[in-house]
Protein backbone atom coordinates (compact mmCIF):
# COMPACT_ATOMS: atom_id res chain seq x y z
CA UNK A 1 0.00 0.00 0.00
CA UNK A 2 1.40 3.51 -0.90
CA UNK A 3 1.27 6.22 1.53
CA UNK A 4 -1.37 8.08 -0.16
CA UNK A 5 -3.45 4.85 -0.50
CA UNK A 6 -2.90 4.56 3.59
CA UNK A 7 -3.85 8.13 4.13
CA UNK A 8 -7.52 7.94 2.74
CA UNK A 9 -7.93 3.92 3.75
CA UNK A 10 -8.55 5.95 8.08
CA UNK A 11 -11.34 7.56 6.25
CA UNK A 12 -11.80 10.60 5.31
CA UNK A 13 -8.49 12.40 5.17
CA UNK A 14 -7.71 16.27 5.72
CA UNK A 15 -5.53 17.61 2.96
CA UNK A 16 -3.27 20.94 3.48
CA UNK A 17 -1.50 22.98 1.15
CA UNK A 18 1.00 25.39 1.96
CA UNK A 19 3.00 27.43 -0.71
CA UNK A 20 6.82 26.04 -0.75
CA UNK A 21 9.23 29.21 0.64
CA UNK A 22 6.78 30.87 1.95
CA UNK A 23 7.70 31.75 5.70
CA UNK A 24 9.30 29.28 7.65
CA UNK A 25 8.07 26.50 5.35
CA UNK A 26 9.81 23.35 7.12
CA UNK A 27 8.50 24.26 10.57
CA UNK A 28 4.92 25.22 8.99
CA UNK A 29 4.92 21.51 7.34
CA UNK A 30 6.22 20.16 10.77
CA UNK A 31 3.19 21.96 12.49
CA UNK A 32 0.69 20.96 9.61
CA UNK A 33 1.69 17.22 10.64
CA UNK A 34 1.60 17.66 14.25
CA UNK A 35 -2.17 19.40 14.24
CA UNK A 36 -3.47 15.81 12.23
CA UNK A 37 -3.31 16.61 8.52
CA UNK A 38 -3.24 13.06 6.59
CA UNK A 39 -1.70 14.14 2.74
CA UNK A 40 0.70 17.30 2.29
CA UNK A 41 0.74 19.58 -0.74
CA UNK A 42 3.40 21.92 -1.64
CA UNK A 43 2.87 24.52 -3.61
CA UNK A 44 5.41 25.03 -6.21
CA UNK A 45 6.02 29.00 -6.47
CA UNK A 46 5.07 30.15 -9.84
CA UNK A 47 4.50 33.53 -11.42
CA UNK A 48 1.14 33.16 -13.24
CA UNK A 49 -0.94 30.79 -10.93
CA UNK A 50 -4.04 30.73 -13.05
CA UNK A 51 -6.01 28.58 -10.68
CA UNK A 52 -5.47 30.66 -7.28
CA UNK A 53 -7.16 33.99 -6.26
CA UNK A 54 -5.46 36.08 -4.27
CA UNK A 55 -4.29 34.68 -0.92
CA UNK A 56 -2.03 32.22 -2.83
CA UNK A 57 -0.74 34.87 -5.42
CA UNK A 58 0.82 36.68 -3.26
CA UNK A 59 1.72 33.64 -1.37
CA UNK A 60 3.74 32.74 -4.70
CA UNK A 61 5.52 36.20 -5.22
CA UNK A 62 6.60 36.25 -1.47
CA UNK A 63 8.22 33.14 -2.15
CA UNK A 64 9.61 34.43 -5.68
CA UNK A 65 10.67 37.58 -4.19
CA UNK A 66 12.44 35.50 -1.60
CA UNK A 67 14.62 33.51 -4.21
CA UNK A 68 13.10 30.21 -4.03
CA UNK A 69 13.94 27.93 -6.97
CA UNK A 70 12.83 24.75 -8.12
CA UNK A 71 15.83 23.17 -6.28
CA UNK A 72 14.49 24.88 -2.92
CA UNK A 73 11.59 22.73 -3.49
CA UNK A 74 12.96 19.47 -3.44
CA UNK A 75 15.30 19.88 -0.92
CA UNK A 76 12.33 20.90 1.58
CA UNK A 77 10.14 17.91 -0.05
CA UNK A 78 13.82 15.81 0.59
CA UNK A 79 13.83 16.98 4.22
CA UNK A 80 10.26 16.60 5.12
CA UNK A 81 10.49 12.82 4.07
CA UNK A 82 13.19 12.51 6.16
CA UNK A 83 11.56 13.97 8.92
CA UNK A 84 8.16 12.05 8.42
CA UNK A 85 8.72 8.71 6.77
CA UNK A 86 4.78 7.78 6.64
CA UNK A 87 3.03 11.47 5.62
CA UNK A 88 2.36 11.53 1.93
CA UNK A 89 3.54 14.78 0.45
CA UNK A 90 2.01 16.03 -3.04
CA UNK A 91 3.72 19.11 -4.96
CA UNK A 92 1.34 21.16 -6.53
CA UNK A 93 1.73 23.59 -9.51
CA UNK A 94 1.93 24.62 -12.99
CA UNK A 95 3.63 23.17 -16.38
CA UNK A 96 6.26 25.41 -16.72
CA UNK A 97 8.49 24.34 -13.84
CA UNK A 98 7.87 20.71 -14.24
CA UNK A 99 8.92 20.34 -17.65
CA UNK A 100 11.13 22.99 -18.63
CA UNK A 101 14.13 20.44 -17.95
CA UNK A 102 12.17 17.18 -19.29
CA UNK A 103 9.41 15.15 -17.61
CA UNK A 104 11.89 12.69 -16.84
CA UNK A 105 14.48 15.04 -15.09
CA UNK A 106 11.01 16.21 -12.53
CA UNK A 107 9.75 12.61 -12.06
CA UNK A 108 13.27 11.00 -11.01
CA UNK A 109 13.41 14.64 -8.67
CA UNK A 110 10.25 13.28 -7.35
CA UNK A 111 11.17 9.64 -7.11
CA UNK A 112 14.15 11.19 -4.92
CA UNK A 113 13.01 13.19 -2.87
CA UNK A 114 10.05 11.22 -1.83
CA UNK A 115 7.24 13.13 -3.42
CA UNK A 116 4.14 10.59 -3.77
CA UNK A 117 1.97 12.43 -6.17
CA UNK A 118 1.62 15.62 -8.45
CA UNK A 119 -1.13 18.00 -9.15
CA UNK A 120 -0.31 19.99 -12.76
CA UNK A 121 -2.91 22.23 -13.24
CA UNK A 122 -2.73 23.12 -16.42
CA UNK A 123 -1.54 20.09 -18.16
CA UNK A 124 -4.81 18.63 -19.19
CA UNK A 125 -5.53 14.55 -19.91
CA UNK A 126 -5.34 15.48 -23.35
CA UNK A 127 -2.07 16.30 -22.95
CA UNK A 128 -0.81 13.84 -20.35
CA UNK A 129 2.51 12.75 -22.84
CA UNK A 130 4.20 15.83 -21.65
CA UNK A 131 4.24 14.51 -17.65
CA UNK A 132 2.37 11.77 -17.00
CA UNK A 133 4.32 8.39 -18.41
CA UNK A 134 7.41 10.11 -16.62
CA UNK A 135 5.82 10.37 -13.25
CA UNK A 136 3.78 6.90 -13.30
CA UNK A 137 7.00 5.20 -14.45
CA UNK A 138 9.14 6.82 -11.40
CA UNK A 139 6.25 5.39 -9.31
CA UNK A 140 4.45 9.10 -9.03
CA UNK A 141 0.93 9.46 -8.85
CA UNK A 142 -0.43 12.04 -11.66
CA UNK A 143 -3.36 13.29 -9.37
CA UNK A 144 -6.29 14.90 -11.47
CA UNK A 145 -8.70 17.74 -11.11
CA UNK A 146 -12.34 17.08 -12.17
CA UNK A 147 -14.67 20.68 -11.65
CA UNK A 148 -18.16 21.43 -11.64
CA UNK A 149 -18.40 21.50 -15.70
CA UNK A 150 -16.49 17.46 -16.09
CA UNK A 151 -19.56 16.06 -17.56
CA UNK A 152 -19.80 12.30 -17.44
CA UNK A 153 -18.24 12.30 -21.09
CA UNK A 154 -15.21 13.96 -20.11
CA UNK A 155 -14.78 12.44 -16.64
CA UNK A 156 -13.24 9.13 -17.72
CA UNK A 157 -10.72 10.90 -19.62
CA UNK A 158 -9.92 12.72 -16.49
CA UNK A 159 -9.57 9.26 -14.44
CA UNK A 160 -7.18 7.50 -16.80
CA UNK A 161 -3.90 7.65 -15.68
CA UNK A 162 -4.50 9.75 -12.29
CA UNK A 163 -4.15 7.84 -9.19
CA UNK A 164 -3.68 9.07 -5.48
CA UNK A 165 -6.57 10.34 -5.79
CA UNK A 166 -9.10 13.03 -7.44
CA UNK A 167 -9.47 16.35 -6.79
CA UNK A 168 -12.78 18.05 -6.97
CA UNK A 169 -12.22 21.75 -7.44
CA UNK A 170 -15.65 22.36 -5.93
CA UNK A 171 -16.22 25.85 -7.61
CA UNK A 172 -16.35 26.91 -11.45
CA UNK A 173 -13.47 29.92 -10.38
CA UNK A 174 -10.10 30.45 -8.47
CA UNK A 175 -9.09 29.08 -4.89
CA UNK A 176 -10.20 30.77 -1.80
CA UNK A 177 -12.93 33.33 -2.35
CA UNK A 178 -16.26 31.49 -2.70
CA UNK A 179 -17.80 28.08 -1.36
CA UNK A 180 -19.75 26.12 -3.75
CA UNK A 181 -23.01 25.45 -1.97
CA UNK A 182 -23.36 22.01 0.38
CA UNK A 183 -25.54 20.62 -1.99
CA UNK A 184 -23.72 20.95 -5.00
CA UNK A 185 -20.93 19.49 -3.41
CA UNK A 186 -23.25 16.47 -2.32
CA UNK A 187 -24.40 15.78 -5.77
CA UNK A 188 -21.08 15.90 -7.63
CA UNK A 189 -19.29 13.43 -5.51
CA UNK A 190 -22.30 11.20 -5.83
CA UNK A 191 -21.73 11.57 -9.42
CA UNK A 192 -17.81 10.88 -9.62
CA UNK A 193 -17.99 8.28 -6.97
CA UNK A 194 -20.08 6.38 -9.85
CA UNK A 195 -16.94 6.36 -11.92
CA UNK A 196 -13.81 6.39 -9.68
CA UNK A 197 -12.06 3.80 -8.29
CA UNK A 198 -9.61 6.35 -6.29
CA UNK A 199 -10.51 8.28 -3.13
CA UNK A 200 -12.43 11.74 -4.20
CA UNK A 201 -10.98 15.18 -2.67
CA UNK A 202 -12.96 18.13 -2.41
CA UNK A 203 -10.96 21.62 -2.13
CA UNK A 204 -11.68 25.61 -3.49
CA UNK A 205 -13.33 27.47 -0.60
CA UNK A 206 -13.05 25.12 2.42
CA UNK A 207 -12.02 27.31 5.49
CA UNK A 208 -13.79 26.32 8.66
CA UNK A 209 -14.22 23.30 10.36
CA UNK A 210 -17.52 23.29 9.74
CA UNK A 211 -17.67 23.36 6.12
CA UNK A 212 -14.44 20.43 6.54
CA UNK A 213 -16.80 18.43 8.38
CA UNK A 214 -19.57 18.91 5.74
CA UNK A 215 -17.70 17.93 3.24
CA UNK A 216 -16.22 15.29 5.11
CA UNK A 217 -19.80 13.51 5.63
CA UNK A 218 -19.91 13.00 1.65
CA UNK A 219 -16.16 12.86 0.06
CA UNK A 220 -12.82 10.90 0.89
CA UNK A 221 -10.79 13.94 1.48
CA UNK A 222 -11.21 17.67 2.33
CA UNK A 223 -8.65 20.33 0.98
CA UNK A 224 -7.60 23.52 2.46
CA UNK A 225 -5.39 25.73 1.69
CA UNK A 226 -5.80 29.99 1.30
CA UNK A 227 -6.91 29.69 5.15
CA UNK A 228 -3.81 28.39 6.07
CA UNK A 229 -1.80 30.27 3.64
CA UNK A 230 -3.35 33.83 5.06
CA UNK A 231 -1.99 32.60 8.46
CA UNK A 232 1.56 32.56 7.16
CA UNK A 233 0.74 36.04 5.38
CA UNK A 234 -0.57 37.05 8.83
CA UNK A 235 1.93 35.40 11.24
CA UNK A 236 5.42 35.28 8.71
CA UNK A 237 8.42 33.46 10.71
CA UNK A 238 6.20 33.36 13.61
CA UNK A 239 3.65 30.94 11.53
CA UNK A 240 3.46 27.51 13.05
CA UNK A 241 1.74 27.88 16.17
CA UNK A 242 -1.40 29.49 13.96
CA UNK A 243 -1.40 26.69 11.49
CA UNK A 244 -1.10 24.08 13.75
CA UNK A 245 -3.88 25.33 15.86
CA UNK A 246 -6.17 26.05 12.28
CA UNK A 247 -4.96 22.08 11.45
CA UNK A 248 -6.32 20.71 14.51
CA UNK A 249 -9.48 22.17 14.49
CA UNK A 250 -9.59 20.96 10.50
CA UNK A 251 -8.73 17.56 11.15
CA UNK A 252 -11.11 16.77 14.35
CA UNK A 253 -13.51 18.41 12.57
CA UNK A 254 -12.91 15.59 9.44
CA UNK A 255 -11.92 12.64 11.64
CA UNK A 256 -14.84 13.14 13.56
CA UNK A 257 -16.65 12.94 10.57
CA UNK A 258 -14.88 9.76 9.90
CA UNK A 259 -16.13 8.22 13.47
CA UNK A 260 -19.63 9.06 12.84
CA UNK A 261 -19.42 7.10 9.65
Known amino acids: MTRLQSAF???????????????PTAEILDALVAGGADVIELGMPFTDP????????????????????TADIFAIAAAFRARHAEVPLVLMGYANPMVTRGPEWFAAECQKAGVDGVICVDIPPEEDQELGPALRGAGVSLIRLATPTTDAARLPAVLEGSSGFLYYVSVAGITGLQQAAQASIDEAVARIKQHATI?????????????????????????????????VAQHGGNAAGPVRELTAALANAVHSARAAA
Open 199 to 231: PVAVGFGVRTPAQAAAIAKVADGVVVGSALVEL
Open 9 to 23: SRGPALVTFVTGGDG
Open 50 to 69: MADGPAIQQANLRSLGAGTT
